[in-house]
């Protein structure tokens, strides 16, 4: 079962992230100081007359793209699911006490992957091979 002090502690492991200053959100930080959000509390619309409220059991988790989104609900709707506020949009809703702290860092992980700037995707520099010259 996974809470969000585990979704905390896994997402800020993660290179470049940020958590929000308003709400349970994490963002990956780009050149420009711009954050793209990979993973934030769901805002459960309980009354069509109020607004939306956060709902601490479940995580909207990014994606990459509407086919991966419907592979996960298909695969596993007890731990997946959408609402119509997310229709187009390539973002998954995820049930917290359903999955497993594993299921949940690979989640974070590929969320993170589809929001991280280019230069945090690539191998650091220390692990990288320098290619061979001719001497």
Known sequence: MATQAIVRKIALALPGVR???????????HKN??????????????????PRVPNPRVLAVRV???TEKAMLIAGDPTKFFTEPHYN????VLVRLPEVTAAELRDLLANAWR????????ED???TRRRPKTRR
């Open 33 to 50: 100081g711009k954050e793209k959000g990979f993973a934030w509390v769901w805002q459960e619309r309980i009354d069509p007359k109020k």
């Open 114 to 121: 589809c929001q991280a700037p280019r230069e945090l995707l």
């Open 88 to 91: 187009g949009f390539p973002a």
């Open 64 to 66: 990459r793209d509407e």
């Open 124 to 126: 650091p520099p220390a």
């Open 19 to 29: 958590e929000g200053k308003t709400g349970f959100a994490f963002g990956v930080v």
